[in-house]
């Protein structure tokens, strides 16, 4: 493919270059046809007595004189400039990098921590899983290659390169080193976060799902674990092997349903819609936002239809007027709809505000087309109202595991002094 390119671009400049040569032979030929084919002038009378009325009528006699042996008119052209253009350089070597430790290993690839060997800098280096791909590169990789450099912002993992290893199956992205992920850290707290806390972190999450949204990008897979957390308080959405945009053609058989840990999976998918958009994104930031409360997942489920019953006992179950596309659903004909009941969603979060319920409710809505956006999120009463949302830098830090850092054992105190046995016991003033 790259030769025949090359041939093509060459081919191309030499298409380019003869035209031009050919232009100029043109106009040389048309200068000289011209020049030949333009009759003598011949004066007569009746030419003499035209040019004298055009010379009476004239203000400016000497303007006026016609020339009789006017140069022929040839057209000149530039020749065509190329734009110049960044040359196309190959993929640095993975061995600029030097690895330090495995942090992880997902679906789609397993992640590093390793120091660039030149600056000295602690980067994350994601290997992605080649090894059984019998079609080429896969379209997932593209897919969350494209999609970390669409959706750059302060709120998502920044993507720094992409590097290669010795055979074609070794491809490596690198991103920046985040300390932490937010499952791992709730599960290590020895104390949840304060409502203050809550607040930012959901703030930056909706930012980044709304930076996503407005480039057309559907992450497909938010939770707490592919939420990464620095020791400055700040989150960065990761993991982006899901993602897509879905403005493209969805083609045949519509859009996969193998989407969103189950934990965090909508409705609407669980029940079998073959489209979806970016409602179900808000149902994952829904389910984050109440395990950050619950210091828990909301949901902890072994299978969909556990997840259903889960669902439907906190929210109630659905009816037509609260979602008209609820019977249309694939899967819907096959449940045993249980008697309703209203959401029970004060007595699981008894401590949040009537401002968090009403937003937490409107994140986990059952109607896609009723569920609130991310936009509209970012301006609800909850993030106003006392508490307000605490400064990141007034986040306390935390080791990283993913650094190999170990928590530090508190410091025992030394006892009271105790008196030996045996010894004279003395009143000392």
Known sequence: MFVWNLIVVQGMGCYFASDHCSTRMTDQDQASSVAR???????????????????????NPEDSKPSLKSKPIVASYAPAQRQSHPPIQTSRSVYSYERLNQIEEGSYGVVFRAKDKQTGEVVALKKLKLD???????????????????????????????????????VFIVMDFIEH??????????????????????????RAVNHCHSHWILHR?????????NNRGTIKVADFGLARRFGDPVGVGGMTQLVVTLWYRAPEILLGAETYSTPIDIWSVGCIFGELLLHEPVFQAKGELEMIGLIFKLLGPPTVE?????????????????????????????????????LLSSMLTYDPELRTSAEQALHHPYFTESPLPKHPDLFPSFPSL???????????????????KGQTEYDYV
């Open 221 to 229: 897979d938010l939770k707490t674990s592919n939420l990464l957390m």
């Open 37 to 59: 084919k333009r009759p003598k002038s011949v004066t007569t009378s009746d030419d003499e007595e035209r040019l004298s009325k055009k010379l009476r009528l004239s203000q």
């Open 402 to 420: 993913a650094a190999g850092e170990k928590r530090r054992k508190a410091f025992e105190s030394p006892s009271a002094p105790q008196r030996a």
């Open 322 to 358: 609260d979602w008209p596309d609820f019977e249309d659903l694939p899967l819907t004909r096959t449940l045993n709809i249980p008697p309703p009941h209203p959401p029970t969603l004060r007595q699981k979060f008894p401590y949040l505000t009537a401002s968090g319920i009403d």
């Open 132 to 170: 059984e791909e019998k079609h080429g590169f896969p379209i997932t990789a593209l897919r969350e290659i494209n999609s970390l450099m669409t959706c750059r912002h302060e709120n998502v993992v920044r993507i720094r390169e992409v590097v290669v290893g010795d055979t074609l199956t070794q």
């Open 181 to 206: 992920d937010l499952k791992t850290l709730l599960s290590l707290m020895p104390n949840p976060f304060l409502q203050s806390e809550i607040k930012t972190l959901t703030l930056q999450l909706l």
